[in-house]
């Protein structure tokens, strides 16, 4: 998620279209690095009777996401008359703000140093 945060500066902040894509580049590596990471999870965790189930609402909550987005992004040029930088930056406050959330996560979990069993996480055959 930082990664992607810092892309979206670099994108906001880009002057030749290099750059730009670049950072678009950077930005889908680290999303398709973060899906295939939360399908793993998921094939790890859940148990196999209710893989499909789960597969249908996570992919009916990513189909709804990218309808959020693409609906913010339109109202950011349309309605507000946002410019492509502005519209960087918002997006980058978003990212910011999982970034956070993330590494929060992160920190309690395994930032403690003390180890953790996930007896409820068990990996099902």
Known sequence: FVQITLS???MAYATTIELVLLSTF???ADSAVIWIYST??????????????VFAIENSIFVF??????SGGVIMFDALHF???????VTCLFSVGMSVYWCML???????GT???????QVKE
Do not use: P
């Open 26 to 28: 950077i930005r889908a």
């Open 115 to 121: 180890t953790h069993s996930y007896s409820l996480l």
């Open 8 to 10: 979206y500066l670099l």
């Open 40 to 53: 793993l999870i998921l094939q790890l965790y859940v148990h196999k009777d209710l893989q499909g189930r």
């Open 65 to 70: 996401c990218n309808i959020v987005a693409i």
């Open 83 to 89: 410019n492509v930088y502005q519209s960087c930056l």
């Open 106 to 112: 992160y920190y309690r979990s395994y930032g403690t």
